[in-house]
Antibody, heavy 119, light 108 residues
Framework: QVQLQESGPGLVKPSETLSLTCTVS????????WDWIRQPAGKGLEWIGR???????NYNPSLKSRVTMSLDTSKNQFSLKLTSVTAADTAVYYC?????????????WGQGTMVAVSS | DIQMTQSPSSVSASVGDRVTITCRAS??????LNWYQQKPGKAPKLLIY???SLQSGVPSRFSGSGSGTDFTLTISSLQPEDFATYYC??????????FGGGTKVEIK
């Protein structure tokens, strides 16, 4: 079955760029939307954005100026870059598969990766 | 932006209880409403999509209802493994997807 795995640094300095990768196994990335969602400790879920195999992407307006997503079909991976990070960006970051036929629900999630922003 | 408000923020219940969680949208979202369960330290799990469709593999004690602005998730007979936090998510304002604040179901 399809599985997702996030990877990337667990610590990023303020004002620097957070970079994460999600590897898709057990299935092709060449379908569906692929999303990033984050969750600060003890708080709720925030949708960051999504990317499709065509390269088309959509971002949360609250983060749009700092977010870039990309996709590499040869590696079955997609990535997130968040620039100019602050302590407010400290969170668990999840990658997820979005199913349009399920009302754009997220049916498969990675285990999540904790990213702390600190000097 | 469409705001999603869940109530209550937490509920204490016993095994075997019927539990109902509410999610209210700030405007009509027709049936573009999904529900997730999240256990501590784990990723959310999809339970219900399109307001009332049960995701494959999810026990039938979970059900969803509603349309427009008001939605409910019901657990007909609470089991020990159901103690978790539940989130609603709207997709009406696609591509901007938003979640409710969560409802924690605790042991009474």
């Amino acid at each position: 079955q399809v599985q997702l795995q996030e990877s990337g640094p667990g610590l990023v300095k303020p004002s620097e760029t957070l970079s994460l990768t999600c590897t898709v196994s057990g299935g092709s990335i060449s379908s569906y939307y692929w999303d990033w969602i984050r969750q600060p400790a003890g708080k709720g879920l925030e949708w960051i954005g999504r990317i499709y195999v065509s390269g088309s992407s959509n971002y949360n307006p609250s983060l749009k100026s700092r977010v870039t997503m990309s996709l590499d079909t040869s590696k079955n991976q997609f990535s997130l870059k968040l620039t100019s990070v602050t302590a407010a960006d400290t969170a668990v970051y999840y990658c997820a598969r979005e199913r349009w036929e399920f009302n754009d629900a997220f049916d498969i999630w990675g285990q999540g990766t904790m990213v702390a922003v600190s000097s | 932006d469409i705001q999603m408000t869940q109530s209550p923020s937490s509920v204490s219940a016993s095994v075997g209880d019927r539990v109902t969680i509410t999610c209210r949208a700030s405007q009509s979202i027709t049936r573009y409403l999904n529900w997730y369960q999240q256990k501590p330290g784990k990723a959310p799990k999809l339970l219900i999509y399109a307001a009332s469709s049960l995701q494959s593999g999810v026990p039938s004690r979970f059900s969803g209802s509603g349309s427009g602005t008001d939605f409910t998730l019901t657990i007909s007979s609470l089991q020990p493994e159901d103690f978790a936090t539940y989130y609603c998510q709207q997709s009406y304002s696609n591509p901007l997807l938003t979640f409710g604040g969560g409802t924690k179901v605790e042991i009474k």
